[in-house]
């Protein structure tokens, strides 16, 4: 009998397969968002002519729109185009349209020749204040949420669950460019505990990085924290009346243990799910949010590139926002498999 | 002298709803020695899963009114603080239940809960504990124990999952065993192993043990005695063989007709129990079974007036009925008649 390798563990091998298809789901994302970009102008009676012209500014000779179109090559095929852009993110690319020449070092996803610069350095400058909005208020909201879940399920019909169910009933249904603005009405103008917002990198002050971030961090989070209170209650009721909770009362285990590591550890599996798709959806701008406190990060990149009608812009941002949400899938994915053995088998 | 393990008395578990007061188990008693077998049998609704819930003290959380003793080795449960039954719980008296696939917990393996059940009670090592859980497997028969050990609850068969329930209520050497209905969920060719194995094992640790099922089969095969409920009450209680031979309460005779037999060439047909088992927020007032007994008529009306106490038919044999001696022993002889002389005309008429 010839010595065989030992199978892998069952998680490493369920990583590598979800790594593999998710290299493909990024690369048929890509390809639909550019074709969606490429053919939404045409759609909307665009010629390739007029694309050109939104590239030169103001008051452009036909000749000089006609050097953009060829130089750009934007009536290409689509195809062709694709695997310009490919080549760009991994080579970069040198522009050279008219008056404005440029270099769009690599990752080049695309060259804004309304802002005279390169996407991704724009959007890069942008993601830490997101990141930092998101990552502080995903904490926020599942600790709070989670913990509010808990309590009101193991005291259903009590005043805290009535009282945490009805604040979060609000939670859900206020949108946040209305707490926020409150927010920002009480805490910033009329009693100043968090005056002058605005966004401080946390590499050059960590204590005025944090105090500026709280009144979006609790906004934020005070939004999620309502739906997942409602998801953890709702969830931790139904796993403690299954069998396997009655089953761990029937081994004598301390009732700590059997709320937390039998009860809350099948609660919270769906809730594990929902938050990385949260986290994912948020990194790519919390658009709300940003522009509500005027902080600098995609989400408000995003808004102005919209109402600039700033196509390189666009698609930049909209690929990086779908790249967060693949990772976040893959992610989740894989904690699933961790935390759930059915997954994996 | 009897080496009495468990005894309850006049047990009341109530619980307080919207609709009324659901009396589960109304006025209980009885006991069970060590190394012994007892089958709780009745139909849904008998009162026989909160009784076992009551003696574990699994039915707290909600919010039941308990009255009566339940003594364990002599320790009143009723009334004793959650933590101490808590500290019984799983040591002292374990309890497998119906559906072992939705009672293991899914995302821990087979071994880990094994040894959970362990380490609660046991101030020893996870390593110790683990290879306890594989002893224990072994012992409820699954092979290679030390590789299923670390297998998960869904790769398991269901026979399997009911062994391993088996290993983790056993883990540490309960003196009071209870299982509610513990092969209605099994398939049949599994359903007797599963019963032998308990079975094998009661011989071994010389636990008491209680059988809850609706299934007469069931506990043919394993009681030393019969409880019989009926709306959360007593309606006959005795020795395996005389609840089979001499059944005394209507109610029994019904459900001894209603049992399908394959040790006897059965001519007759089944006869079911005609109704259904009453609301235990209403129960019938009298003898509870009065509204479906065909000899409520001859107990000269105090079925429907007064809740019949159990009364010794023969030593140790109880049964909880208005009908006098004679009465018994002439309906039964009648019903055996009826039931022959129905088979004989379907035999000729050719029906066999």
């Known amino acids: 009998m010839t010595a065989r390798a030992p199978a892998p563990h069952p998680v490493i091998t369920f990583i590598v397969r979800r790594l593999i298809a998710t290299v493909f789901l990024l690369i048929v994302v890509s390809m639909i968002t550019f074709a969606i970009f490429f053919l939404l102008p045409r759609l909307a009676g665009q010629t390739t002519r007029g694309l050109a012209s939104q590239y030169i500014g103001r008051n452009p000779t036909p000749a000089a729109v006609h050097a953009i179109e060829q130089q750009l090559g934007l009536d290409a095929p689509l195809p062709v185009q694709y695997g310009r852009f490919l080549r760009g993110i991994v080579l970069g690319e040198h522009f050279n349209a008219g008056t404005s020449k440029a270099y769009c070092p690599p990752p080049c996803f695309g060259y804004s020749f309304k802002n005279q610069q390169p996407v991704w350095p724009m959007m890069v400058s942008g993601l830490p204040v997101t990141i930092s909005l998101a990552v502080g208020a995903a904490i926020l909201w599942l600790v709070g949420g989670v913990a509010i879940g808990v309590i009101s399920a193991l005291r259903r019909g009590t005043l805290f669950d009535r009282f945490s169910m009805g604040v979060a009933l609000a939670g859900v249904s206020l949108p946040i460019f209305f707490t926020g603005l409150i927010a920002l009405e009480l805490f910033s103008y009329k009693w100043p505990i968090f005056p002058n917002v605005q966004f401080v990198p946390f590499t050059q002050n960590p204590l005025l990085w944090a105090r500026n971030l709280v009144l979006p961090w609790v906004v934020l989070a005070f939004l999620y924290a309502a739906l997942y209170a409602r998801l953890t209650r709702a969830g931790m009721l139904e796993t403690m009346s299954e069998d396997y909770i009655r089953t761990a009362r029937a081994k004598g285990l301390p009732e700590r243990t059997v709320i937390f590591k039998h009860g809350l550890r099948a609660a919270l599996t769906p809730i594990v799910t929902i938050f990385g798709m949260d986290i994912g959806l948020l990194l790519g701008g919390a658009i709300l949010t940003e522009v509500t406190f005027s902080l600098h990060g995609l989400g408000l990149f995003t808004v102005e590139a919209i109402q600039n009608q700033d196509l390189p812009e666009i698609l930049g941002v909209t690929l990086l926002a779908a790249f967060f949400i693949v990772i976040a899938n893959l992610v989740v994915d894989v904690l699933y498999a961790v935390v759930d053995p059915r997954v994996r088998h | ?352």
């Not at chain 2, 003793?69 to 009143?76: A, P, S, V, Y």
């Not at chain 2, 869904?154 to 299982?179: K, N, W, Y």
């Not at chain 2, 007593?234 to 089979?244: D, K, L, P, V």
Request: proline share 6%.
């Open chain 2, 1 to 352: 002298m009897p080496d009495t393990l468990l005894d309850v008395q006049d047990l009341r578990i109530h619980f307080p709803t919207s609709d009324g007061l659901v009396k589960a188990v109304d006025g209980l008693s009885f006991s069970l020695e060590r190394g012994r077998t007892l089958g709780i049998v009745g139909e849904s609704g008998s009162g026989k899963s909160v009784t076992s819930l009551g003696i574990m003290g699994l039915h707290h959380g909600t919010n039941a009114q308990t009255s009566g003793h339940i003594r364990l080795d002599g320790e009143e449960l009723v009334g004793a603080t959650p933590g101490r039954v808590r500290e019984l719980r799983g040591s002292k008296m374990a309890m497998i239940f119906q559906d072992p696939l939705s009672s293991l917990h899914p995302y821990y393996t087979v071994g880990a809960q094994i040894a959970e059940a362990y380490l609660v009670h046991n101030q020893v090592g996870k390593k110790v504990a683990h290879k306890h859980a594989v002893d224990m497997l072994a012992r409820v028969g699954i092979p290679q124990p030390a590789t299923r050990v670390n297998d998960y609850p869904h790769q398991f068969s269901g026979g399997m999952r009911q062994r391993a329930m088996i290993a983790m209520a056993l883990s540490c050497d309960p003196e009071l065993l209870i299982a509610d209905e513990p092969t209605t969920a099994l398939d049949v060719t599994v359903q007797a192993q599963i019963l032998d194995l308990i079975w094998d094992l009661q011989q071994e640790y010389h636990s008491a043990v209680i059988i809850i099922t609706h299934d007469l089969g069931v506990v043919a095969e394993l009681s030393d005695d019969i409880l019989v409920m009926y709306a959360g009450r007593m309606a006959e209680y005795g020795s395996a063989e005389e609840i089979f031979d001499q059944p005394g309460h209507p109610y029994t005779w019904g459900l001894l007709a209603s049992m399908p037999r394959i040790d006897e060439a059965r001519l007759e047909r089944l006869i079911p129990i005609k109704g259904t088992p009453p609301s235990l927020i209403d129960v019938p007032s009298g003898c509870a079974f009065h509204p479906r007994c065909r000899y409520a008529g001859f107990t000269d009306g105090r079925s429907q007036t007064d809740v019949p106490a159990p009364r010794e038919v023969s030593p140790g044999h109880l049964v909880a009925c208005h009908l006098t001696g004679d009465q018994r022993r002439k309906f039964r002889t009648e019903l055996d008649l009826e039931e022959t002389e129905a088979a004989t005309a379907r035999m000729t008429q050719g029906e066999l």
